[in-house]
């Protein structure tokens, strides 16, 4: 026994030891090592295992901190960035992205060339030679094009290319790989690889890409980039929530009495779900019940203040073939001690052919608030403001202003052109009103025509927002403060006429009246007179009027 024990050890002490073993895509494309247990995945469909040999000789393996790495592009280091759309529901689609960013002043031109971007200055000064890669010269000298050498038209895997006629433009060779398996394309300085997820293991996985770029007779790794991506059995749903005169919806802080609008938004790239039936199951939280509806879009009132919790069900039917049913050993018949009476072995209700669903469950959950706000805001009256000065280019205009709920704190105005498009002034100013909200706002508008005027009041939590169309008619021979100085001209004129005609009725009727009394009759008379015309044409003041007491304070 100890003979033949000596014998073994002999053997494989003079078997030969390969001295570079091939390495494998596994070794490649990957940093991470796992278990031969945890690299028990399902197939993706179009996809292959990464324990295929990789040709080294025609793509290069460098490790980290190789020296010639730094020579693998002209200029600089090249970066990809990858990113996908997950998360994603398990049987639809995700699609991952690659971009290639190039070192400054570099970019990809229209025949898949990487040339110098015109007047940009990248610290080394203009370059002589316009490319960079000029891989359609390559083509042409090489006979890249054709199809008689086949020895470099080849993946690692030594699979040929695909035979397209963009192919001389494909200058990149992209290296997908997850779950234990590849795939790989040609393209641009962008490519992009979907993914059925169907056979993909639920929670978060690793999606790597390795990029290479052609040279002359083989291919140099330029960049790599990793990103987690998510598969999961929920739906993904977001709920995006907004309300008139809200403030800041964002904070989650809402107004009483005011409808606030629910959107609710699911997150399905690939359209995975557009064949299934959809309802939407909302509680509010304020002991208003449950409300059902088979539309995502949904308006609800609070009308209390406080805090109430939000929860919305989505429920997805998705339909899809049944799966066929596999014959199965009939199990042993049950002795009456251990199964009740009545019971009978399990079988398979499907029928290949029909149609078949899956319930698909999603779950949003929110906490919002309720406060007071500013309901709504009116300009209830406009009147122009006529200075004693006249001011051709400035019109001021008062506008009294009227709200319902919270006292505003501010007053905003934006005066726009008529169309309402473009701003030309905007003024903000502080309000200090009573438990009425009742002010006047004055602003001034230059020059004569027609504006648009947007009148918002705000508080802490709300904004309530106004608009109207002013018609400024400038200072004009027609202007009011003219006619108005018209007016009492015309007044003075009339005055003047009545005293005369006055002293010719009192010439004609001196010579009937006694000499004695003709005095105090001449003064009583015209005093009289004149009292009636001032009365008639010079009304007295209303400055101590009342009724002007209660007037608004100005803005």
């Not at 390969?18 to 990957?30: F, I, S």
């Not at 008529?418 to 001034?444: K, W």
Request: with cysteine; aromatic share 10%; charged share 20%.
């Amino acid at each position: 026994m100890e003979c033949l024990s000596c014998f073994l050890g002999f053997l494989l002490l003079a078997a030969p030891l390969p001295l570079d073993a091939a390495k494998r895509y596994q070794d490649v494309l990957t940093d991470e090592r796992t278990s031969d247990y945890m690299r028990k995945y399902s197939q993706l469909d179009g996809w292959s295992s990464d324990e295929n040999d990789w040709d080294e000789n025609l793509y290069p393996v460098w490790k980290r901190g190789d020296p010639r790495r730094k020579n693998c592009w002209k200029g600089g280091e090249v970066q990809a960035v990858l990113s996908s759309d997950s998360p994603v529901l398990v049987g639809s689609n995700i699609t991952f992205m690659v971009n290639l960013v190039f070192p400054r002043c570099q970019k990809e031109d229209a025949n898949g060339n990487i040339v110098y971007e015109k007047n940009c200055r990248n610290g080394t000064g203009p370059s002589a030679d316009p490319y960079v890669y000029n891989w359609t010269a390559w083509t042409e000298e090489d006979d890249w094009g054709n199809d008689t050498d086949q020895s470099y038209h080849m993946f690692p895997d030594r699979r040929p290319f695909p035979h397209h006629h963009r192919r001389r433009r494909w200058n990149f060779v992209y290296m997908f790989h997850t779950l234990g398996q590849y795939f790989q394309k040609l393209g641009r300085s962008s490519a992009s690889v979907s993914v059925n997820t169907a056979n993909v293991t639920l929670g978060p996985q690793l999606m790597e890409v390795t990029v290479y770029r052609r040279d002359r007779w083989k291919y140099m790794p330029i960049a790599k980039a990793k990103a987690v991506y998510v598969v999961t059995d929920q739906i993904v749903v977001f709920v995006n929530m907004s309300q008139k005169n809200n403030r800041n919806s964002s904070d989650e802080t809402f107004l009483r009495d005011i409808p606030i609008v629910f959107n609710v938004i699911i997150h399905d790239p690939s359209h995975f779900l557009n064949e299934s039936a959809i309802d939407y199951k909302w509680n509010f939280g304020d002991n208003t019940g449950l409300f059902v509806s088979n539309n995502r879009t949904l308006n609800h009132t609070y009308v209390l203040n406080g805090t109430f919790p939000l929860n919305l069900t989505v429920h997805a039917v998705v339909p899809g073939p049944c799966p066929s049913p596999s014959p199965s050993p009939r199990p042993p018949e049950p002795t009456p001690s251990l199964s009740p009476a009545g019971d009978s072995p399990l079988e398979l209700r499907e029928i290949p052919g029909e149609d078949c669903h899956i319930n698909r469950y999603g779950y949003f959950k929110a906490i919002i608030t309720v406060v007071e706000g500013i309901l709504e805001v009116n300009i209830i009256e406009m009147t122009e403001v006529l200075m004693p000065v006249p001011q051709p280019d400035n019109s001021l205009m008062d506008f009294v202003v009227t709200c319902q709920g919270t006292t505003p704190t501010e007053v905003c105005t934006i005066i726009s052109d008529p169309t309402c498009q473009i701003a030309q002034d905007t003024v903000c100013s502080p309000v200090d009103v009573g438990d009425t909200c009742l002010l006047t706002v004055r602003r001034a508008f230059n020059g004569s025509g027609t504006y648009c005027m947007n009148l918002t009041l705000a508080d802490d939590a709300s904004l309530a927002l106004t608009s109207t169309l002013v018609s400024v008619l400038g200072r004009r021979p027609g202007s009011p403060l003219r006619m108005a100085n018209g007016v009492l001209v015309s007044i003075g004129c009339l005055a003047l006429f009545v005293t005369v005609i006055a002293l010719l009725v009192y010439r004609k009727h001196k010579k009937y009246k006694p000499i004695e009394s003709s005095t105090g009759i001449e003064g009583k008379g015209l005093n009289v007179f004149l009292e009636h015309a001032k009365v008639k044409f010079f009304p007295r003041s209303r400055e101590k009027d009342p009724l002007l007491k209660n007037q608004p304070g100005i803005l």
